[in-house]
């Protein structure tokens, strides 16, 4: 659906993206992160044909950006940062507005603007200024904007930037709803958002792409092994027998526990391996009961954190 090759960007001297390559397939609901400056608004304007390339190629649908700009930007519905709403018009006048720019046929656009609208929960707004409406709802109104000509592709920047928690949830629920019928890039640098949404993320820092993956495998990717925690009723030279035959096993670090009798112990395995039932079967051996077993995650926080700084060394090296 959209296929990246070799993009750089340079503005004067400065190289804001670098030689980045990527494709995205139909149905993906891909996250785009990266800290400030890191060139996200460039690429995706570039992607969207609001800016052009200093070098490489952009497809969207087998079009070249370059070549054919208005039958690719028909596949787009593209949120800016700060949606372009117009503050004294009426959220359906805007709409209508943007049908015409859109070039919706006369005849349809009524059903197509209360279609949409319905999808993005602004019905009973749909006559009010929009400079009257809360943030939360003109950031649906921008959402609305983005949908108006069924792109099968939507942009968005930063969708949830400065809504309130309430806002943010519903307009999260929004978009992966949206996710469900259009191929959707969401920027963003919140990264809870991200790994809620999104299956698949790429990660961007000065300008380059130095992450393409899910965000199971970059949790992996990060800890190299994978982690367990246990709570058994037993003591820990029992723990240590039980488990000494598991050959998946790389370490076990033991922990107090906040209930009596019982040892937390975390368990650190090998690489892309399940050792759960092994666990459950040395421990039903030795009649040790299990009171809690759980995989320690690698939250997204901690692979953004470490891929920036492991890149930022890099260079410095
Ligand atoms: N028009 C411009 N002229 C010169 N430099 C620019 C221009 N637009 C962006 N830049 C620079 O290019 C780099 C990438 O900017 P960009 O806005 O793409 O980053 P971003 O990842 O979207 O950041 P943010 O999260 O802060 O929006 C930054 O160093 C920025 O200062």
């Known amino acids: 659906m959209i296929k990246v090759q070799n993009l750089t960007k340079r503005y004067g001297s400065h190289t804001a993206v670098k030689d980045i390559s990527f494709s995205i397939e139909k149905g993906e609901i891909i996250g785009f992160l990266g800290p400030n400056g890191a060139g996200k608004s460039t690429t995706m304007n570039i992607l969207t044909g609001y800016l052009s390339a200093t070098e490489g190629e952009v497809e969207i649908a087998g079009k070249k950006i370059l070549e054919d700009p208005i039958e690719c930007k028909k596949h787009i519905g593209y949120l800016p940062e700060n949606p372009p709403l117009y503050m004294t018009f009426t959220a359906r006048e805007y709409l209508d507005f943007v049908c015409d720019l859109k070039g919706i046929n006369k005849k349809y656009k009524k059903e197509h603007i209360d279609t949409i609208s319905e999808k993005v929960g602004i019905t009973h707004v749909m006559n009010r200024l929009i400079k009257n409406l809360s943030k939360g709802y003109k950031q649906r109104v921008g959402l ?17 930037i400065g809504l309130d928690p ?11 709803d949206l996710g469900k019928e259009h191929t959707v890039i969401l920027s963003s640098h919140i990264l809870p958002e991200v790994s809620m949404v999104c299956k698949r993320i790429l990660i961007i820092n000065n300008g380059t792409l130095i992450a393409d993956d899910t965000p199971e495998k970059l949790a992996s990717r990060l800890s190299g092994s994978n982690k367990l925690l246990l709570r058994l009723e037993a003591k820990k030279e029992d723990v240590e027998k039980a488990f000494s035959e598991i050959k998946e096993i790389q370490n076990l670090n033991f922990k107090e526990s906040q209930e009596e009798n019982t040892i ?8 892309n391996t399940d050792i759960r039932k092994p666990l459950f079967y040395a421990c039903a051996n030795k009649n040790i009961p299990i009171l809690t077993m759980r995989s320690l995650d690698v939250n997204l926080e901690d692979i953004f954190l470490h891929l920036i700084t492991e890149e930022n060394q890099e260079k410095e090296g």
């Not at 108006?148 to 968005?156: S, Y």
């Not at 937390?264 to 690489?271: C, L, M, Q």
Request: aromatic share 0%; proline share 6%; charged share 30%.
């Open 264 to 271: 937390d112990v975390e368990v650190i395995a090998n690489e």
């Open 166 to 176: 309430r806002q943010i949830l519903d307009i999260r629920s929004l978009i992966k």
């Open 144 to 160: 609305a904007q983005a949908l108006i000509g069924d792109p099968d592709i939507l942009i968005l920047d930063e969708p949830t």
